[in-house]
């Protein structure tokens, strides 16, 4: 076990995502981790993008206890990890909801993933919500998904 797993699944969300992006959903758009974006503001992007945000991560003990290989007791943890996924282009909404289309498409296709030696045990799209009203030149959708993993 190595303690939290929600940066780790963001980086093999990106992954999954990149691997399977299909010409359905258009040009691939920028993606990035929302704590790695050096910009000051949004006003001027000329680009289509998604940026990732870990919302939360409940850890839970899943299991009663038992002996580890080395006849130590311990538990077994489930980490329910909660993100957000915004997208958004300057284009049109038509735009926005290909790339809303794409993402929920893969993500409907990859509700048990193994990525990186790490076994997910589902991931499960929540929703998608249209963001168009805050912004006048940027058209917006936030998808949320949850994903579950035993002892990351």
């Known amino acids: 076990m190595t303690g ?3 940066l780790n699944f963001v980086t093999d969300l990106i992954k999954v995502i990149k691997d399977n992006w299909l010409g359905s959903g ?3 758009p920028t993606i990035e981790k929302a704590w790695e974006i050096k910009q000051i503001g949004a006003g001027t992007n000329t680009y289509d993008y998604i940026v990732i945000h870990l919302d ?3 850890i839970d003990i ?3 206890q038992h002996d580890d290989e080395n ?3 311990t538990w077994d943890w489930l980490h329910d990890i909660s ?3 915004e997208v958004a282009s300057p284009t049109s909404e038509t735009r926005v909801l290909q790339i809303v289309n794409e ?3 893969i993500l409907k296709k990859k509700v048990i993933l193994n990525v990186n030696k790490r076994d997910y045990i589902q991931i499960i799209l929540n929703g998608a919500t249209s963001m168009n009203a805050e912004y006048i030149n940027m058209y917006r959708y936030l998808v949320t998904c949850e994903s ?3 002892n990351p």
Request: charged share 25%; proline share 4%; aromatic share 8%.
């Open 4 to 6: 939290i797993a929600g």
């Open 26 to 28: 258009g040009k691939f």
């Open 56 to 58: 939360t991560e409940n």
């Open 62 to 64: 899943f299991s009663i």
């Open 71 to 73: 006849d130590e007791p």
């Open 83 to 85: 993100i957000s996924l």
């Open 103 to 105: 993402l929920s498409r």
């Open 148 to 150: 579950k993993i035993l």
